[in-house]
């Protein structure tokens, strides 16, 4: 199955140690969204029938304890009903096969939390992983992870995360930043028009303009089980697919992104 790679220079190198980095980006388990989009399809009964997310994810798993990387990051929509108990549980069984050598890290897609007009109750997420984003620096990379919901639905909490994010980026020539959401900022163009699955438009070069000024290195998001790529300003801009169902021509994919030698190297690879 071919690979897609994308390969470009980083901006800010100098710290890296000579040892590869490596971060595994997995996007949208979404346990129990196959058998929720059959029953909708066609008009049946629904079964929370887990086993294709299920047998995926264990892919996942399997792979990343190959790949052994330095850290995971998991950008949203680990299950598809923020009320699904059984959901949760069969999503923490197979993350817990995870290697204890490597750090993983959980953001909340909205399918995590519960949304009531402009309103973000991320308790589903919290109440099991403690905060609704993260940052983590080591060996001269840092990663930053953002509640994009609070973005997305326009939630008071957003000028908050705001500045508590301008803070988790600092302003570092000598580090690489990375930015995870679950929701895509834009597919390929920060011009482009609104629609369900990005950001909105007019908050979208505000927030480019932050990471600019911060230094970031490249943005990450989920949510369209499809993939995209776009830029800003020389700045790679990546959409992964799902894990598991996908919508479009992709196939369920992990992002393995490694920082090496003054080079990032962003490969996407088919479970």
């Known amino acids: ?3 897609l790679l994308f390969i470009f220079m980083a901006a800010a190198m100098t710290a890296c140690a000579a040892d590869p980095f490596v971060i595994v980006q997995i996007a949208d388990a979404q346990l129990g969204f196959t058998a929720a989009e059959v029953s909708q399809r066609e008009g049946t009964e629904y079964v929370n029938d887990l086993t294709y997310e ?8 399997e792979m990343i304890n190959d790949i052994r990387p330095d850290v995971v990051v998991f950008t949203g929509d680990q299950v598809n009903h923020a009320a699904d108990k059984e959901q949760w549980t069969v999503f923490a069984d197979i993350v817990s096969g995870i290697s204890k050598t490597v750090k993983v890290f959980h953001l909340p897609g909205n399918h995590d939390v519960f949304i009531n007009e402009g ?4 308790t589903p997420f919290t109440s099991r992983f403690g905060e609704d984003r ?3 620096a080591e060996r001269g990379v840092r990663l930053v992870g953002i509640n994009s919901n609070l973005i997305k639905y326009n939630d008071p909490q957003e000028e908050g995360q705001k500045i508590w994010l301008e803070d ?11 930015v995870f959401a679950h929701h895509p900022f834009f597919m390929t163009d920060i011009e482009e028009d609104d629609g369900y699955f990005q950001i909105q438009k007019d908050k979208r070069r505000d927030y480019f303009e932050l990471f600019e000024e911060m230094g970031v290195s490249a943005v990450y998001a989920g949510h369209r089980h499809n993939n995209a790529e776009g830029e800003y300003n020389g700045m ?11 919508i479009g021509d ?6 393995v992104i490694t920082v090496a030698k003054g080079t990032l190297s962003d490969e996407l690879r088919p479970i």
């Open 54 to 61: 299920t047998e995926c994810l264990k892919k996942a798993v």
């Open 250 to 255: 992709a196939v369920p994919s992990v992002r």
């Open 134 to 136: 993260f940052v983590y």
């Open 236 to 246: 790679p801009v990546r959409t992964t697919t799902s894990v598991a169902f996908q």
């Open 168 to 178: 988790a980026l600092g302003k570092n020539g000598d580090e690489v930043s990375f």
């Open 119 to 122: 309103n973000v109750d991320s």
């Open 1 to 3: 199955m071919k690979r």
